[in-house]
């Protein structure tokens, strides 16, 4: 079913869908040394379930990603942004969103919801810009942009790591 102002976000079947995380993945940027250069980097997610209503406003997720998965493909940096001056992966080892529902706004689907990391919550809103049907599920593709890591309490390396961060989702849920 598609919603004619939402186009090209197709709405999924209702139903619940487990994340795949084998064939799902969280993208990071961001920029550092002052500005300058930009980090890329993956997670992987552990697990998770989109729950597609009717309404589809009432859609919910909940996700959960390894915190200890973050890959520069730089091992110095890697071992860093594990440590304990910024994720903290030993006490912090999972990060998870959650959403409350959905709404839409111009031409886009927002996931309104949270994300928890480094011990503390922060609201996010989560653009949705695809979602289509794929063999047994669905695949969504979904950006969160310009989250603080100073709101979760992360504020070591200031100057050496980017203020702001992106998150892209590019995940594939199968139906239960």
């Known amino acids: 079913m598609t919603t004619d102002n939402i186009t090209p976000v197709e709405i999924p079947a209702v139903g619940t869908y487990r994340i ?7 993208s990071y940027s961001s920029r550092h040394m002052l500005g300058l250069g930009v980090v890329h980097a993956t997670f992987t997610i552990g697990s998770g379930e989109l729950v597609v209503a009717d309404p589809p406003t009432a859609s919910t997720v909940d996700v959960s990603i390894a915190a200890g998965s973050f890959n520069s493909s730089n091992a110095r940096r890697d071992k860093d942004v594990r440590g304990a001056r910024l994720l903290d992966v030993a006490t912090f080892p999972v990060i998870t969103v959650t959403s409350s529902g959905l709404r839409q706004d111009s031409g886009h689907w927002l ?12 609201p996010v809103e989560v653009t949705v810009d695809r979602a289509t049907a794929e063999g047994d599920g669905i695949r969504v593709h979904a950006k969160a942009e310009r989250l603080d890591p100073y709101t979760f309490g992360i504020t070591a390396s200031k100057g050496m790591v980017g203020r702001y961060l992106d998150l892209d989702l590019d995940v594939f849920a199968a139906a239960e």
Do not use: I
């Open 20 to 26: 795949d995380p084998s064939r799902s993945t969280v």
């Open 111 to 122: 996931l309104a919801g949270s994300v928890t990391a480094h011990g503390s919550t922060v």
